[in-house]
């Protein structure tokens, strides 16, 4: 079989290192996806906006090593236990794809893309491939009494995130408390939460630098990107 791309989301995230691990984890961030010129047809998203959240399959488009492992050691278990990579979302896979849940903010028309769908809650690079589109149904994919697994063991934890009034205020005032969810949300691996370093990562038109130890993060310098 044979897929090819449908559209690409853009967004405010050129890198992978920031991005949330899962979709919905920080709702404010909105994306938008833009169809192929093949699949802009109105008609392909006809009655879409009755439905508040879409599954998207897409492709791990900036993987840096081929292939792919029969085990796996998951960032928030420590980087030390393995795993299957069935029972993981590793992105080293034998077909590299992502699923992804994201909320339908609305569908604009723009003159030079045709109709696009501005989605929030997604938890993908800007650039990134969609082969795909569904429709979220509440009543078959939300399955209530569903056990999470090792994911369950960190699901709440947030770090501490620490930013001067001096360094926020580079950044606008619509993206704020956007960039203190990723940071709350710890993009480190979790076998580095022990190691105080300095780490960067851009957002936006922005680099963001910062240390961190244990939960503790704080911004150290945030720099325009020209």
Same mark, same amino acid.
Not at 122 to 140: E, R, S
């Given at each position: 079989?044979?897929?090819? +791309?449908?559209?690409?989301?853009?967004?405010?995230?050129?890198? *992978?290192?920031?991005?949330? $691990?899962?979709?919905?984890?920080? !709702?404010?961030i909105?994306?938008?996806?833009?169809f192929?010129? #093949?699949? $802009?047809?109105?008609?392909?998203?006809?009655?879409?906006t009755?439905?508040?959240?879409?599954?998207?399959?897409?492709?791990?488009?900036?993987? #840096? *090593?081929?292939g792919?492992? %029969?085990?796996? $050691?998951?960032? @928030? =278990?420590?980087g030390?236990?393995?795993?299957?990579?069935?029972?993981?979302?590793?992105?080293f896979?034998?077909?590299? =794809?992502?699923?992804?849940?994201?909320?339908?903010?609305?569908? #604009?028309? @723009?003159?030079?893309?045709?109709?696009?769908?501005?989605?929030?809650?997604? &938890? =993908?690079?800007?650039? /990134?491939?969609?082969? &795909?589109? *569904?429709?979220?149904?509440?009543? /078959?994919?939300?399955?209530? !009494?569903?056990?999470?697994?090792? !994911?369950?063991?960190?699901?709440?934890?947030?770090?501490? !995130? #620490?930013?001067?009034?001096? =360094?926020?205020?580079?950044? +606008?005032?619509?993206?704020r408390?956007?960039?203190f969810?990723?940071?709350?949300? &710890? +993009? @480190? +691996?979790?076998?580095?939460?022990e190691?105080?370093?300095?780490?960067?990562?851009?957002?936006?038109?922005?680099?963001?630098?910062?240390?961190?130890?244990?939960n503790?993060? *704080?911004? /150290?310098?945030?720099i %325009?990107?020209?």
């Amino acid at each position: 079989m044979e897929i090819k +791309p449908i559209a690409k989301i853009y967004n405010d995230f050129p890198d *992978k290192f920031g991005i949330p $691990r899962q979709s919905g984890r920080i !709702a404010e961030i909105t994306g938008t996806i833009v169809f192929e010129k #093949e699949y $802009r047809s109105e008609s392909t998203i006809k009655e879409i906006t009755q439905f508040s959240h879409l599954w998207l399959i897409w492709g791990f488009s900036q993987n #840096e *090593k081929s292939g792919w492992n %029969e085990t796996v $050691r998951p960032p @928030r =278990l420590g980087g030390n236990k393995k795993i299957g990579v069935f029972a993981s979302r590793s992105p080293f896979r034998p077909n590299p =794809l992502g699923l992804s849940c994201v909320k339908l903010e609305s569908v #604009e028309k @723009r003159n030079k893309n045709g109709n696009v769908l501005v989605v929030s809650g997604a &938890d =993908l690079m800007n650039g /990134t491939p969609i082969y &795909d589109i *569904k429709p979220y149904i509440p009543y /078959t994919d939300c399955i209530a !009494a569903a056990k999470g697994g090792f !994911a369950e063991e960190n699901k709440n934890y947030r770090a501490d !995130a #620490e930013i001067s009034e001096a =360094l926020i205020k580079r950044i +606008p005032a619509d993206k704020r408390s956007i960039l203190f969810d990723i940071l709350r949300d &710890d +993009p @480190r +691996p979790a076998y580095q939460s022990e190691n105080e370093k300095e780490y960067g990562f851009r957002f936006s038109d922005y680099e963001i630098k910062f240390t961190a130890k244990g939960n503790k993060i *704080k911004v /150290t310098d945030i720099i %325009e990107q020209h």
